[in-house]
């Protein structure tokens, strides 16, 4: 190989150190604690009303009871709620699901409506922005069919610090199934949201957020003329709240939803994640970059380029594979070794620190290798067609998980 080849791979794989060295530094300065608030009390005079909006499609009637229980388990006052599920025309199954179940909202008090749309369906932004012009609540929060809300005063939280300034506030959102696979994506949400996030966060300033569970002011989601039609229309919001000066909170609260049911759906979900994130990369440089500051633009550079660190994992162990047969350049060996010990000590404080005893964690590194190859795919010039992912479907109960936060 050229010196310059070598280059290119000591640099994707240094990609990898780099973001490793974030997430040291966020368990060393347990960062998590500082980033993640958690509201403690909520003034019930002069609340706000809510729109809460239901973007379903092509759901199971399981899934669909699931956010209607979780939401009607919302302390947040029930007159002040409206709730619309967005439902496609051609969509006749999930139709006749959301009309047999509706009563679990009703039965508590909820004012449910439901909208059809009668276009052709592009995406959930755009099923989302049907409501655009019929949004009457000072805070807009959005949930998929089968999430498992398990703070009862999500909403109630959310509401308060959209009150206190924030326009856009994520939680965590934790993937859980009984299966191996399963097991691996709650340790990937897990590390993601207690561990990396908070670092990036911490080094950039910009915090990124799920589509689960989020809340937007009306003010911002007028601003921007509705959530933007793109891949991953929830980490694009980083950089339209950086452009505008608008402010993100991440909520200490949880939602679970499953996580994909085999390996086709993980593929799907994260080609989808992914290309999301070129999208997100592309649109910064070409589109919003004038807008920005040069530090801004580097730091949001920084977060959107991350996938890049997983495609260093087999690259990595390519590397010292190879390194038995042929050539191979010195900074790209060590760089590769250094960042091989780092993924394989990585189970290590899933299983101490964050106290979760399952052996599928010694198994995370292939995972993470996996997840590279897909990056690779990514990547390449190929057209896909963007299809639902197979979730794994949860059952509805009562899932506690302890983090330390800030609080107010």
């Known amino acids: 190989m050229t010196p310059g080849l070598w280059n290119i791979i000591t640099g994707v794989i240094a990609l990898s150190l780099i973001y ?16 993640w608030v958690n509201v403690n009390h909520v003034d019930d005079r002069k609340l706000p009303k809510v729109t809460v909006i239901l973007p379903f499609y092509r759901e199971t009637p399981e899934d669909i009871e699931m956010t209607f229980r979780s939401l009607a388990l919302q302390s947040y006052p029930k007159d002040l709620i409206d709730v619309y599920i967005i439902l496609e025309r051609d969509d006749i199954e999930t139709i006749n699901h959301v009309s047999s179940l509706r009563h679990i909202l009703e039965d508590r008090g909820l004012k449910t409506y439901v909208v059809i749309n009668q276009n052709s369906r592009r ?22 069919a089968g999430d ?21 506030v994520g939680c965590k959102v934790l993937r859980v199934g009984d299966n191996l696979l399963g097991k691996l994506s709650l340790i990937d949400t897990v590390l993601w949201y207690n561990v990396a996030l908070p670092g ?15 809340a937007i002011s009306r003010d911002f989601m007028t601003k921007i003329n509705g959530l933007p039609d793109k891949l ?7 950089i339209l709240a950086a452009r505008y000066g608008r402010k993100i909170a991440l909520l200490d609260s949880v939602i679970y939803e499953g996580a994909p049911r085999n390996i086709k759906g993980l593929i799907k979900q994260r080609l989808r994640w992914y290309r999301g ?41 390519t590397v010292l594979a190879l390194s038995h047969l042929v050539y ?35 198994v995370a590194p292939m995972y993470w290798i996996f997840q590279g190859l897909i990056v690779l795919i990514t990547l390449m010039p190929i057209r896909i067609r963007w299809l639902r992912t197979e979730r ?15 609080h107010l």
């Open 148 to 168: 498992v809300v398990n703070d009862e005063h999500h909403i109630a939280k959310a509401v308060k610090l959209i009150g206190m300034g924030y326009d856009v």
């Open 392 to 406: 794994y479907a949860l059952k509805f109960k009562s899932i506690t998980w302890s983090t330390s936060s800030t």
């Open 200 to 214: 990036l966060v911490a080094i950039t300033g910009f915090p990124l957020v799920s589509g689960e569970g989020m």
């Open 20 to 35: 490793s060295s974030i997430s040291i530094y966020s368990i060393l300065g347990k960062i998590g604690s500082r980033v």
């Open 232 to 238: 991953t229309e929830d980490s694009y919001l980083t």
């Open 328 to 362: 191979v350049d010195t900074c790209a060996f060590y760089a590769s070794l250094i960042a091989v010990i780092s993924m394989i000590l990585a189970p290590l404080y899933v299983l101490i620190e964050l106290d979760i005893r399952d052996v599928s964690a010694l």
């Open 123 to 144: 995406s959930k932004a755009s099923a989302i922005n049907l409501m655009l012009n019929r949004i009457d609540g000072d805070v807009v929060v959005i949930y998929d």
């Open 277 to 317: 994130y070129i999208e997100c990369l592309k649109d910064l440089t070409l589109h919003h970059g004038r807008e920005l500051s040069v530090s801004n633009v580097v730091k949001l550079v920084i977060i959107y380029i991350q996938p890049l660190a997983l495609l260093s994992m087999p690259t990595a162990v």
